[in-house]
């Protein structure tokens, strides 16, 4: 037999036909003693421990039965099953967007107290949105409009001029002409000889009259007691009438040039309308689909900023940051053919197919974007007969 080291069990002399046998330790301490409570000893070593009786059926039944009652008290009325935490039915949920759950809570906020949830069920986030932006802008109207109430007389006055368009210049003359004979009575009037020579001199030469015939009426008229403050007096009436004309004709010309800006909108909102319907495709192959044609037209006439108080349109925004580097692309695609009534296509992919190209556009991708310069600070008299203003939709 070969010695091998460690020791070495045959399984043969432990085992027996119940198993393994190993012999049971030795306690050295004995066991702890076991509550009282916790079983009967029966005096052979052995503990009995008391289990609750099984439950039968009708137990089983009841327990369940007081569970089920016990949760229908905290339910909520019949009624109210299908609402969910807003106050909407589930059937609604949809309805309990972002954008609604947005909009609903400026409402019960008190911020937008006038904004009727229930047309805005349906919407589509974009519609709620802009839903929410309108309302906005109508209570932050409704709040100006408050305050101008509480003003005096002329500063309402002045806000109805700048709300009209009117000229704001002139009706600044305007007002000071008429501020002059605030206050001013027949007897202060009649103190005043060279207040009266000025109304009277003003006078005549708003119906035309010349320098030197203002100036020799006017001495003829010092030459005659009381002849100059008899002519100031009505004099006085018709500069007052004549500025009245004044500013209801630069409100009427406000009116007018809006009519005319207007009308010259929906003509170029017609021309744009039926430019899009008739365009099938920019790029050959590349339908333009309806979902193309409107964002076309929103980057045409939805203004993004302004400049210099004119509305102006993403592309006008893009110039404007560096009118330089705008220009030079667009005399680019010029040069291309681009712009052509028919595009040269072929000419323009078989030259961005090149070998050239290929090594431009690859160096092109490690170049950093283009930072565009300051705004222009003002339009110049180049930009006069510059391209033709969008009409803004607002």
């Not at 160096?363 to 391209?387: I, N, V």
């Amino acid at each position: 037999m070969e010695v091998k080291e460690g020791f070495e069990i045959d399984l043969d002399d432990i085992q027996g036909q119940e198993g393994l046998i190993v012999d049971k330790p030795v306690d050295t301490e004995p066991p702890p003693k076991i509550p009282e409570d916790k079983g009967e000893d029966k005096g052979d070593g052995l503990i009995i421990v008391d289990t609750p009786p099984e439950e039968t059926e009708e137990e089983k039944a009841a327990k369940v039965e007081a569970a089920r009652v016990e949760i229908k008290k905290d339910e909520p009325p019949e009624g109210e099953k299908n609402k969910s935490k807003s106050g909407e039915d589930a059937g609604d949920q949809e309805t309990e967007s972002p954008s609604f759950l947005h909009a609903t809570a400026l409402r019960d906020k008190g911020v937008l107290p006038h904004l009727d949830s229930d047309k805005l069920k349906g919407m589509s986030d974009e519609e709620i949105i802009n839903a929410t932006i309108w309302a906005t802008q109508e209570e932050i109207e409704d709040g100006v409009k408050s305050i101008v109430e509480q003003q005096d007389v002329g500063y309402q006055e002045f806000v109805e001029m700048v709300n009209s368009g009117a000229d704001i210049n002139e009706y600044a003359r305007i007002k000071a002409s008429q501020k002059r004979f605030d206050g001013l009575t027949d007897d202060l009037l009649e103190e005043d000889v060279e207040l009266q020579k000025s109304i009277v001199a003003e006078d005549m030469k708003d119906r035309g009259l010349s320098s030197d015939d203002i100036e020799t009426t006017i001495e003829e008229l010092e030459e005659k007691e009381g002849a100059l403050l008899n002519k100031a007096k009505p004099a006085m009436g018709r500069i007052n009438k004549r500025d009245t004309n004044r500013q209801a004709k630069i409100v009427k010309d406000a009116e007018n040039q809006k009519d005319e800006n207007e009308k010259e909108q929906k003509k170029v909102m017609g021309r744009i309308d039926s430019t899009l319907e008739s365009t099938k495709e920019i790029i050959p192959g590349i339908l333009l689909s309806k979902k193309d044609k409107d964002t076309i037209k929103r980057l045409m006439t939805v203004p993004v900023g302004n400049e210099g108080g004119v509305p102006i349109s993403k592309a006008q925004e893009m110039r404007s940051k560096d009118p330089v580097a705008w220009e030079t692309k667009l005399s680019y695609y010029f040069a291309i053919g681009l712009f052509d009534d028919v595009p040269k296509w072929d000419k323009i992919l078989k030259r961005a197919n090149s070998d050239a190209a290929a090594k431009l556009m690859a160096s092109l991708k490690d170049t950093k974007p283009h930072k565009a310069g300051k705004p222009a600070a003002k339009r110049t008299e180049e930009d006069e007969d510059g391209p033709m203003p969008m009409p803004f939709q607002t």
